[in-house]
């Protein structure tokens, strides 16, 4: 069974550039969720996506966007990069919204922005 | 809102001692618990959890308990290994609505041989 896996696993971008981040999510798993991870800092949400749809989102910026498509896996969109979103970008996916289903994790890609 | 709070680190210890890292919890219902750890230049892995008051949660000679009448969730360990430095963090979800985790600061863990 193949985890959940991420690309790039680094990229660097200028500020006021945009970025696509992707995630493909564990096999069987109809939920995605995004966090931001700042150095030294526990993991944010962004948002979460169920079956295609946002179901939530966090305390960030409309530049910040997603979409899932029909085989579950998921793009984080940033635009108009700003020096503060360089951080881990985390992706998780579930079988299930509920919050006593285990999120698994991806390893991450680093973004800076310079 | 939803938050956790963890003692900060970094927390060191030599091989075989005793571990304990706090945790507490501020939440409205009953949310599910979660300790995750976060090896060097790696993602996220679940640890254990737990889903109501007085379950404990254990893997790998980690045990943490839930504790409502204390809103807390500490990780306990009896005998820590070089190969448990990593940093640890709490996390919970609502069990109500969609599931986001609320993580806190994390915790760092130095073991020495």
């Known amino acids: 069974e193949t985890g959940v896996t991420q690309s790039p696993t680094h990229l660097i971008k200028t500020r006021g550039q945009q970025v696509t981040l992707r995630c493909s999510s564990q096999?069987?798993?109809?939920?995605v969720s995004w966090y931001q991870q700042a150095l030294g800092q526990g993991p944010q949400f962004i948002f979460q996506?169920?079956?295609?749809?946002?179901?939530g989102r966090g305390n960030f910026p409309p530049r910040f966007s997603g979409l899932q498509f029909p085989n579950y896996s998921s793009e984080l969109n940033v635009n108009a990069l700003e020096l503060d979103d360089s951080a881990l970008y985390l992706c998780?996916?579930?079988?299930?919204?509920?919050?006593?289903?285990?999120?698994?994790f991806g390893p991450g890609t680093r973004l800076t922005v310079t | 809102g939803d938050s956790v709070t963890q003692m900060e680190g970094p927390v060191t210890l030599s091989e075989e001692a005793f571990l304990t890292i706090n945790c507490t919890y501020t939440?409205?219902?009953?949310?599910?618990l979660f300790w995750y750890v976060q090896y060097p230049g790696e993602g996220l892995q679940l640890l254990l959890k737990?889903?109501?008051?007085?379950d404990k949660g254990s893997n790998k000679g980690f045990e943490a308990t839930y504790r409502k009448e204390t809103t807390s969730f500490h990780l306990e360990k009896g005998s820590v290994q070089v190969s448990d430095s990593a940093v640890y963090f709490c996390?919970?979800?609502?069990?109500?609505?969609?599931?986001?985790?609320?993580f806190g600061t994390g915790t760092r863990l130095l073991v020495s041989p």
């Open positions: 996390a919970l979800t609502p069990n109500t609505g969609f599931q986001k985790l609320v």
């Open positions: 996506y169920y079956r295609e749809e946002e179901n």
């Open positions: 737990a889903t109501k008051a007085d």
């Open positions: 096999s069987g798993h109809n939920t």
């Open positions: 998780a996916s579930s079988p299930g919204q509920a919050g006593s289903y285990e999120q698994y």
């Open positions: 939440a409205t219902g009953y949310p599910s």
